[in-house]
């Protein structure tokens, strides 16, 4: 029996038996009182979890038919990443309001979009990959932004590399981005890239940088990347609200994703005192703390530095545009004689660190398909290659523990857009001005995409003809 100064008493003689009783004992009184509860609940969870994605793989999915766009923009067809900030909010309208029957009975789960970079041997390709329901949607934001564009059905290229790894030709390695910090920070977006340079250029494109690792690759080699964006609601945005509340009560930084299973449990029992002493001290509880301390208590906590000032704006200003579910993740795939991801993984990786501020967030790699500590014949390297292949195919969010995060129409249209004219990148594919011949004189260098068309069969090689009918020298 503990006795407080408040005029109650604490009896703890339950749990000093419980503690004298062996771990069978005690496992089994903790399910008698209510253990039983949490095992249910995780059984349902796991199971409705199950069903849900049984009902959409075989009611839902199943039916849907992806395609592949390849998007050309003429090569001085001026526009500033806004334009393409204005595409992604006109995707937003894919948003589908998915009820409890649409969920657990038929399946339905909201379509996304990816928006691809590739370069195959060297060349540089945009693509929007969509659902067919959607194909109309994803023309009409195009053209409204850019209309002399050139969009065009393509195959899928990722059928180009193989499935299943070890592989007798093809080696791969991917990586999976993820933010330094909560999705409530914004990253550095291409406001932050206007500045003077010349007379008559003030942005520095960080798409220069970006595109300058696709060129690194050669005969042979193969180097994607994908951003995965699926429209969600504005619960994020409450969030965003409180963690701005919580930095302007005093709360800190607040950096990090705060941690998750048993500790996001254990750190609100752990603060438990802490809190009451506040709420007792708040009340006049506590007769040793005078008006005046209490005041100047007050005062210390409504401080509000210029750094915390500046984080809340930086966050108001994202949750006041459209969200987006986001993933952004790169593969190298290339033939066993000229493998080397180095030349360009380690680039990207670079490239995204302009986007890094350092009171906020920034994109950085997850994981990859490259296993430190690996056992004997690389086998968790061979089954993180094997399952991030299958993820990046499938264009799927989830990969491993990282489930996608919250990038609004300003971050993304900074990190994908169609590079303005001074971006000088080798045979990056942009359309013409005017479909006409050009002049007979003028010397022409003809690259050939490696993109096939959709529905375009590949010609067949003429057979040669039999020897009673060749001609007689």
């Given at each position: 029996?503990?006795?407080?100064?408040?005029?109650?008493?604490l009896?703890f003689?339950?749990?000093?038996?419980?503690?004298?009783?062996?771990?069978?004992?005690?496992?089994?009184?903790?399910?008698?009182?209510?253990?039983?509860?949490?095992?249910?609940?995780?059984?349902?969870?796991?199971?409705?979890?199950?069903?849900v994605?049984?009902?959409?793989?075989?009611k839902?999915?199943?039916?849907?038919?992806?395609?592949?766009?390849?998007?050309?923009?003429?090569a001085m067809?001026?526009?500033t990443?806004?334009?393409?900030?204005?595409?992604?909010?006109?995707l937003?309208?894919?948003?589908a309001?998915?009820?409890?029957?649409?969920?657990?009975?038929?399946?339905?789960?909201?379509?996304?979009?990816?928006?691809?970079?590739?370069?195959?041997?060297?060349y540089?390709?945009?693509?929007?990959?969509?659902?067919?329901?959607f194909?109309?949607?994803?023309?009409?934001?195009?053209?409204?932004q850019?209309?002399?564009?050139?969009?065009?059905?393509?195959?899928?290229?990722?059928?180009?590399?193989?499935?299943?790894?070890?592989?007798?030709?093809?080696?791969?390695?991917?990586?999976?981005?993820?933010?330094?910090?909560?999705?409530?920070?914004?990253?550095?977006?291409y406001?932050?890239?206007?500045?003077?340079?010349?007379?008559d250029?003030?942005?520095?494109d960080p798409?220069?940088?970006?595109?300058?690792?696709?060129?690194?690759?050669?005969?042979g080699?193969?180097?994607?990347?994908?951003?995965?964006?699926?429209?969600?609601?504005?619960g994020?945005?409450?969030?965003?609200?409180?963690?701005?509340?919580?930095?302007?009560g005093?709360?800190?930084?607040?950096h990090?994703?705060?941690?998750?299973?048993?500790?996001?449990?254990?750190?609100?029992?752990?603060a438990?005192?802490?809190?009451?002493?506040?709420?007792?001290?708040?009340?006049?509880?506590?007769?040793e703390?005078?008006?005046?301390?209490?005041h100047?208590?007050?005062?210390?906590e409504?401080?509000?530095?210029?750094?915390?000032?500046?984080?809340?704006?930086?966050i108001?200003?994202?949750?006041?545009?459209?969200?987006?579910?986001s993933k952004?993740?790169?593969?190298?795939?290339?033939?066993?004689?000229?493998?080397?991801?180095?030349?360009?993984?380690?680039?990207?990786?670079?490239?995204?660190?302009q986007?890094?501020?350092?009171?906020s967030?920034?994109?950085?790699?997850?994981?990859?398909?490259?296993?430190h500590?690996?056992?004997?014949h690389?086998?968790?390297?061979?089954r993180?290659?094997?399952?991030?292949?299958?993820?990046?195919?499938?264009?799927?969010?989830?990969w491993?523990?990282?489930?996608?995060?919250?990038?609004?129409?300003e971050?993304?249209?900074?990190?994908?857009?169609f590079?303005?004219?001074f971006?000088?990148?080798?045979?990056?594919?942009?359309?013409g001005?005017?479909?006409?011949?050009?002049?007979?004189?003028?010397?022409?260098?003809?690259?050939e995409?490696?993109?096939?068309?959709?529905?375009?069969?590949?010609?067949?090689?003429?057979?040669?003809?039999?020897?009673?009918?060749?001609?007689?020298?």
């Amino acid at each position: 029996m503990f006795s407080t100064p408040f005029g109650f008493s604490l009896d703890f003689s339950f749990w000093q038996n419980f503690l004298n009783l062996p771990l069978s004992e005690q496992a089994w009184q903790l399910f008698a009182l209510g253990g039983w509860v949490l095992i249910a609940y995780f059984f349902i969870k796991a199971g409705a979890e199950l069903w849900v994605k049984y009902r959409q793989e075989t009611k839902y999915v199943n039916h849907w038919e992806w395609i592949v766009l390849a998007v050309d923009i003429p090569a001085m067809f001026i526009q500033t990443p806004k334009a393409v900030e204005q595409i992604f909010a006109h995707l937003s309208g894919a948003a589908a309001h998915i009820n409890v029957r649409d969920k657990f009975w038929t399946g339905k789960k909201q379509k996304w979009f990816t928006l691809e970079i590739i370069s195959i041997e060297g060349y540089i390709q945009f693509l929007i990959r969509t659902e067919k329901e959607f194909l109309d949607l994803v023309y009409a934001a195009l053209y409204a932004q850019y209309p002399e564009a050139e969009i065009t059905e393509v195959e899928d290229y990722v059928d180009n590399i193989p499935d299943h790894y070890p592989d007798s030709d093809y080696d791969v390695m991917g990586v999976d981005f993820t933010l330094a910090e909560d999705e409530v920070y914004p990253i550095r977006t291409y406001p932050g890239f206007e500045y003077k340079i010349s007379k008559d250029e003030v942005f520095s494109d960080p798409m220069a940088a970006l595109l300058e690792n696709f060129t690194r690759v050669g005969h042979g080699e193969n180097f994607w990347m994908h951003i995965i964006i699926e429209p969600t609601g504005s619960g994020w945005k409450e969030k965003g609200i409180e963690k701005a509340k919580e930095l302007l009560g005093g709360g800190g930084h607040g950096h990090g994703h705060g941690g998750g299973g048993l500790m996001a449990w254990v750190r609100p029992l752990l603060a438990l005192p802490s809190t009451l002493f506040k709420d007792i001290a708040h009340h006049g509880l506590l007769l040793e703390l005078g008006e005046e301390e209490a005041h100047e208590e007050h005062g210390e906590e409504a401080t509000i530095t210029p750094g915390i000032k500046k984080t809340v704006e930086a966050i108001e200003e994202k949750i006041s545009k459209i969200g987006f579910k986001s993933k952004v993740r790169a593969l190298y795939a290339a033939r066993h004689a000229v493998f080397s991801p180095n030349r360009c993984i380690e680039g990207l990786v670079g490239s995204m660190n302009q986007f890094h501020i350092q009171s906020s967030n920034a994109i950085v790699p997850y994981m990859s398909t490259h296993a430190h500590y690996d056992t004997k014949h690389h086998r968790k390297s061979l089954r993180l290659q094997n399952t991030f292949v299958k993820a990046f195919k499938k264009r799927k969010m989830q990969w491993k523990k990282s489930n996608g995060y919250i990038l609004n129409i300003e971050e993304l249209a900074t990190v994908w857009h169609f590079p303005l004219p001074f971006v000088k990148t080798p045979l990056l594919h942009k359309a013409g001005h005017k479909r006409a011949e050009p002049p007979s004189e003028l010397p022409v260098e003809v690259t050939e995409s490696p993109l096939k068309k959709k529905g375009e069969s590949v010609p067949a090689e003429p057979a040669e003809a039999p020897p009673s009918e060749l001609p007689y020298a």
